[in-house]
């Protein structure tokens, strides 16, 4: 993996998802390599660049610090990368971030694959309103590996979930769905999640993109789903699970 530090302009750019207004990403690229990842495609990145390449915003934490200033709103870390992929155990980008939103009572949530997240437990947990989310495509670690190889393990993940039960607002993010990975699995998951008492869990289809490249297999089952199927057969399964959930499609 390469590391390159760059110094950038701004920090926060205003935000396309829902309920958020700004995105902060300190890193560009993801050393996770999750062979579904559309960041690269959205971003005008080349896979082999994204995949390979971290480029490490070097001076975020004083842009934000000016930025946060005159914006104001509801920000989401890591929306095209992972905050805590691994380059932030020598970097701390992120923690440092944290630090500067904390200071100007920002509202934040994050969603990661990694268990590095606990490291900042003692940050996250003084923020008025901080949302903490791990992303859940299976509870196949031998899946995981194959599709997400960089990323934190399952029972890690979950253990993010449980650690921050009462010193954050938790979710699971359970996507994107992909049939044979997911389904499988998805009554043992709800299950899990319902007894570590996550606060909400969202669901999101798989976000095909122009020109992305695919395991053979992988592509011909996704092009393949009927989503609306998906969601009606997990409408089933949430029946009595007593947690609110919502849908990304």
Known sequence: MKYIEIFVKTA??????ENTDYSLNPYRGCEHQCVYCYAPYVT????????????????????????????????TIGSVT?????AERKYELTRKSL????????????????????????????????HVGVTLTTLSDEKRRLMEPNSSSIEERLDVLENFRGKAITYAFIG???????????????????????DYIIFD????????????????EIRNTNYW?????????????????????
């Not at 289809?205 to 011909?220: A, D, G, Q, Y």
């Open 176 to 198: 994107p769905i992909i049939p044979s990975i997911t389904m499988p699995y998805l009554e043992s998951m709800l299950k899990i999640l319902r007894n570590i008492g996550v």
């Open 44 to 75: 005008h990145t080349p896979l082999e660049i994204w995949r390979t390449t971290v480029f490490i915003k070097k001076n975020i934490p004083t842009v934000l610090d000016k930025e946060l200033r005159r914006k104001k709103g509801f920000i």
């Open 12 to 17: 926060l750019s205003k935000s396309g998802l």
């Open 99 to 130: 630090e500067v939103l904390l200071k100007h009572r920002g509202r934040i949530s994050i969603l990661t694959k990694s268990n590095l997240i606990l490291r900042d437990i003692d940050i996250i947990e003084k923020f008025e309103e901080a």
């Open 205 to 220: 289809r798989f976000r095909w993109k122009k020109n992305m490249v695919l395991p053979e297999n992988l592509e011909k």
């Open 82 to 86: 992972d905050a805590y992929q691994p």
């Open 229 to 249: 199927e998906i969601k009606r057969k997990i409408y089933r399964g949430v029946k009595s699970l007593e947690i609110p959930i919502y849908f990304d499609w």
